[in-house]
């Protein structure tokens, strides 16, 4: 019986998924103080057993003021590595890739969980200990709804690069195997690349090569310190949206230069940029994302995964068969259904239950056995 594409293993540097599933960092707002929670530990072990084959950790700051909310995990103290290290380790543990999302929200920080409604805090907010704090991005220019930002000076940058090394230590000390690099969604790395939110007149703005430097030192920082034979990743916005910004021909340029300085796949995804000139919204389809993986991957010759309205098993399969991208994420449908993977490998590969754990096995196999004799029985008597 052939296997289906998706359900291979695929080999990167020297870390082995056993399939191509990815579970997409999903924002939960359930730290403590920056810390992992049993939340955590429960919400992303269900993946591992629900047969992902690379278990990402939500979108993790790496300074204080990089946190989206009061409510997100942080990687910029030793007691956070702690906490994430049970997480790590169950995930490993139980067959799935642990893999962790670091991340700075720039001038899109202090603000709301998104059961709140994810807007920015205001000082009402303080009285209920979630005061506001100041964001900081490459330019004092707010995005849409937010408040003014401050504008990062260069030892602020050089500081923000020694963060992102520092958290990579961390997350080497937690156990993890992959790291990504969140340099989308209009969070700070964005921001940065973006003509639509960089308007700096130093090294870092201007030309399209200046507006690139800080993802390429980031890059270059975390990955002195990541060992050679684990993964580093990098998420991008491969385009602001359709009013204009960083394009796709652009994604495909920094591409190349994150590949030739140490990354090895591309994670695309887009959007999540507003400022002073508007971008409109990518209409929303199955897979609508995955022409811009399928671009990077032909143009560039470098890893690439695709994200976004990736529901149906067979949408997951021919992306992988067709070349388009090398690793499929699922974000939101996997909290709808943590045994997708396993779902899934049932749908194109009819069998028995030889992929669940062991503990769900036995159980799930007297479950068919007794649906069967059901469903005959039911089907003589009619």
């Known amino acids: 019986m052939i296997t289906p594409k998706l359900f291979t293993?695929?080999?990167?540097?020297?870390?082995?998924?056993?399939?191509?599933?990815?579970?997409?960092?999903?924002c939960q707002y359930s730290a403590n103080k920056g810390r992992a929670t049993n939340w955590h530990l429960v919400h992303l072990g269900r993946y591992a057993l629900g047969g992902a084959g690379i278990v990402f950790v939500?979108?993790?700051?790496?300074?204080?003021?990089?946190?989206?909310?009061?409510l997100d995990l942080g990687l910029y103290e030793e007691t956070h590595v702690e906490s994430l290290m049970p997480v790590a380790?169950?995930?490993?543990?139980n067959g799935?890739?642990?893999?962790?999302?670091?991340?700075?929200?720039?001038?899109?920080?202090?603000g709301h969980a998104a059961w709140q409604?994810?807007?920015?805090?205001?000082?009402?907010?303080?009285?209920?200990?979630?005061?506001?704090?100041?964001?900081?991005?490459?330019?004092?220019?707010?995005?849409?709804?937010?408040?003014?930002?401050?504008?990062?000076?260069i030892q602020d940058i050089s500081e923000l690069i020694d963060s992102w090394r520092s958290a990579a230590l961390r997350a080497r000390a937690a156990g993890f195997d992959i790291i990504e690099i969140h340099g989308g969604h209009g969070y700070l790395i964005h921001e940065f690349l973006s003509p639509v939110s960089n308007f700096r007149k130093d090294r870092y703005g201007g030309s399209m090569q200046n507006r690139m430097r800080f993802a390429l030192e980031i890059v270059e920082a975390v990955r002195s310190v990541w060992p050679d034979?684990?993964?580093?990743?990098?998420?991008?916005?491969?385009?602001?949206?359709?009013?204009?910004?960083?394009?796709l021909d652009d994604t495909v340029t920094l591409s190349r230069l994150l590949h030739q300085s140490g990354v090895d796949l591309i994670d695309c995804s887009s959007g999540g940029m507003t400022g002073p000139t508007p971008t409109m919204a990518i209409p929303r389809e199955?897979?609508?994302?995955?022409?811009?993986?399928?671009?990077?991957?032909?143009?560039?010759?470098?890893?690439?995964?695709?994200?976004?309205?990736?529901?149906?098993?067979?949408?997951?399969?021919?992306?992988?068969?067709?070349?388009k991208a090398?690793?499929?994420?699922?974000?939101?449908?996997?909290?709808?259904?943590?045994?997708?993977?396993?779902?899934?490998?049932?749908?194109?590969?009819?069998?028995?239950?030889?992929?669940?754990?062991?503990?769900?096995?036995?159980?799930?196999?007297?479950?068919?056995?007794?649906?069967?004799?059901?469903?005959?029985?039911?089907?003589?008597?009619k």
């Open 117 to 153: 409604g994810a807007g920015p805090l205001s000082a009402e907010d303080q009285s209920f200990s979630q005061a506001p704090w100041q964001a900081v991005a490459p330019s004092a220019v707010a995005a849409e709804g937010w408040p003014p930002p401050v504008a990062l000076s």
């Open 286 to 323: 199955y897979g609508f994302q995955v022409p811009f993986s399928e671009t990077v991957r032909r143009e560039v010759g470098i890893l690439t995964c695709a994200v976004g309205l990736i529901i149906e098993p067979n949408l997951a399969e021919s992306i992988v068969k067709e070349g």
């Open 58 to 70: 939500e979108a993790t700051a790496v300074e204080a003021r990089g946190r989206i909310s009061h």
């Open 96 to 110: 799935a890739v642990p893999a962790i999302q670091l991340s700075h929200a720039g001038r899109k920080a202090s």
């Open 229 to 247: 034979d684990k993964p580093l990743f990098f998420r991008v916005s491969a385009l602001d949206g359709s009013g204009g910004g960083w394009t």
């Open 326 to 381: 090398d690793l499929v994420a699922i974000g939101r449908e996997a909290l709808n259904d943590p045994n997708w993977a396993l779902h899934a490998r049932n749908k194109l590969q009819a069998g028995e239950f030889g992929d669940w754990p062991l503990p769900f096995r036995g159980w799930l196999e007297r479950r068919a056995a007794t649906i069967e004799l059901l469903e005959r029985g039911l089907s003589e008597n």
């Open 9 to 26: 293993p695929l080999t990167i540097r020297g870390t082995t998924t056993r399939n191509r599933v990815v579970i997409s960092p999903m």
């Open 89 to 93: 380790h169950f995930l490993k543990e």
